[in-house]
Structure formats: structure tokens, C-alpha cells
């Protein structure tokens, strides 16, 4: 998978989740946007903002889910003293069950086969073709090279 591969289906998802009905609306991510907005304008009205919580484990991850957050106008924050990893939202619960948490486990899943598979090819290609996980021993090997 190429860049521009990556980036169509990325595009792909975020229609998917904005319920787009056409080949035109699934190329046009400004319109999948706008139906996001609208489905927050409308869970908004009978779902009150509640304050969520999110903490990821890599900056990847927190990364794409800050910026989906502020693709739908939502405001992404955290206290004083809260680690780096940790992103606070207030957001209707319905959309986070939707729409956004699902939408980021989609799009996460993605970018990550990417980087693993580019990471993969670098790794055989600049250091060592064996970059397969560490044996599993009983005890302690002597050291010897």
C-alpha cells in the first residue's frame, strides 16, 4: 500500500461513518465532514456533553484522535498535571459510541498496518533481515559471540 492508498481509504472510512449514500459523497470529505457536524448538531440537542477521558499509549494514536476530534469542531484539552498522553473531551456519549470512537479504532487500525509495514521494510532493508520477535528461553543464555 502507497501514501495515496492510504489516504482514499482513510477517506473511505470517514464517509462510511458519515452515512454518505453516493460515489459522490464518498469522494468529497468536506461533505462527510459537514454531515458529521450536522449528526453532533443533532445528538447535541437530546445527548448533554458529557466529559470523557482518553489516554493512549503512543503519540500516533493521541495524535489522529486530537485530529479527529477538531475535524468535528470538538475541543480536545487536559488538566494540569495530566500526563501527555492523556486527552479530556466533553462530547455527547452517543456520538463517542457512534461515531468517534469507532471512526478512530478504523482509521488507528489502518495507520498502523501502514507503519508497520513501512517500518518492516526499513528495518530488513537498513539493519537486518531478521527482525522477527525475540526467542523464549527457560533461563538466562551465556553471553557469547
Known amino acids: 500500500m502507497n501514501e495515496s492508498d492510504l489516504i482514499q481509504k482513510l477517506l473511505k472510512i470517514e464517509a462510511l461513518f458519515a452515512g ?4 459522490g459523497e464518498r469522494d468529497s ?3 462527510a465532514r459537514q454531515r458529521m457536524l450536522q449528526r453532533l448538531k443533532e445528538v447535541l440537542s437530546n445527548d448533554p456533553p458529557v466529559e470523557y477521558k482518553f489516554t493512549f499509549a503512543d503519540m500516533w494514536s493521541r495524535m489522529v484522535f486530537m ?5 468535528y469542531n470538538l475541543r480536545p ?3 494540569y498535571r495530566q500526563h501527555y498522553t492523556t486527552v479530556m473531551v466533553q462530547v455527547p456519549k452517543r456520538f463517542v459510541d ?8 478504523k482509521i488507528s487500525a489502518e495507520l498502523n498496518t501502514y507503519l508497520e509495514e ?7 532493508k537498513v539493519l537486518h533481515e ?3 520477535d525475540a526467542e523464549v528461553v ?3 543464555l551465556r553471553i557469547g559471540l
Open 20 to 23: 454518505a449514500t453516493t460515489t
Open 29 to 31: 470529505a468536506e461533505h
Open 67 to 71: 485530529a479527529l476530534l477538531r475535524r
Open 77 to 79: 484539552y487536559r488538566y
Open 98 to 105: 457512534d461515531t468517534i470512537w469507532p471512526e478512530f479504532q
Open 118 to 124: 513501512i517500518t518492516g521494510r526499513i528495518v530488513k
Open 130 to 132: 531478521d527482525s522477527s
Open 138 to 140: 527457560e533461563e538466562a
